[in-house]
């Protein structure tokens, strides 16, 4: 709608969306400045019609994504340090899943541990995968990562939580598409909206033909493409 604006209030387990704002993210906290905000435009994504305005991801990060709140609740663990459980244990569960991929020029029909479609930068808790990623550039980052055993993924996660994909070239390519298309011969792809789940054979990700007007707490420089 034309005449709504929405903000994030971080209550939530990574408040990821947030983290973009660097220093300036606690800001979203203070109510009477959010009341005090200004608007951006910023882009969406659209998902099988369903829409997120962060980072849309299939594979092993959408699993983890779906069980991290079986550990997040659990006293000892809670927050984001769920992230890094759930983690775990999906790797130990199985990385790759047979997907075919379709960006533009590129089409690959084989096992991929995921593709991670980046609006925003942050996810799971703090990971960046795609530092170049802004909100209002009308493109989304696409990452696709091959198949990788459990030892290579290992020496993989800890570079790709820093937006740092581009060290490992045999593993992970990245893409500027406006249209990205996934689809399985089993209904089990596992696709994670800003947290939110669903499971099917067919996926198709796109730049959202309308912008979404987000506003920021006063003092805030809520400009996603300045950090």
């Known amino acids: 709608l034309d005449n709504v604006a929405v903000c994030p209030f971080p209550t939530g387990t990574g408040n990821d969306f947030c983290r973009m704002f660097g220093e300036e993210k606690d800001m979203f906290r203070d109510l009477g400045a959010l009341l005090c905000g200004s608007e951006h435009p910023i882009d969406l994504i659209d998902c099988n019609g369903r829409f997120c305005s962060n980072i849309c991801s299939v594979g092993i990060d959408a699993r983890i994504g779906t069980s991290v709140h079986n550990y997040s609740k659990i006293p000892v663990i809670g927050g984001a340090t769920g992230y890094v459980v759930s983690l775990i244990v999906n790797v130990l569960k199985g990385i790759n ?58 020496r993989f996660v800890g570079p790709y939580s820093k937006g740092e994909y581009y060290k490992f070239p045999h593993l992970a390519q990245c893409y500027t598409p406006k249209v990205v ?16 789940t669903f499971q099917g054979s067919e996926v198709t990700i796109r730049l959202a033909d ?9 003092g805030c420089s809520c400009n996603a493409t300045a950090r």
């Open 210 to 218: 309308k912008k979404l007007n987000f506003f920021g707490p006063a």
């Open 97 to 154: 899943r047979h997907m075919r991929v379709r960006i533009k020029d590129f089409y690959v029909d084989e096992e991929l541990a995921l593709v991670c479609v980046c609006n925003g930068r942050y996810y799971g808790g703090g990971f960046m995968p795609v530092a170049e990623a802004r909100m209002d550039d009308g493109v989304l980052n696409t990452l696709v990562v091959q198949k990788v055993t459990r030892r290579a993924f290992i």
């Open 181 to 196: 298309h996934i689809t399985s011969e089993k209904p089990d792809i596992v696709t994670c909206l800003d947290g939110e």
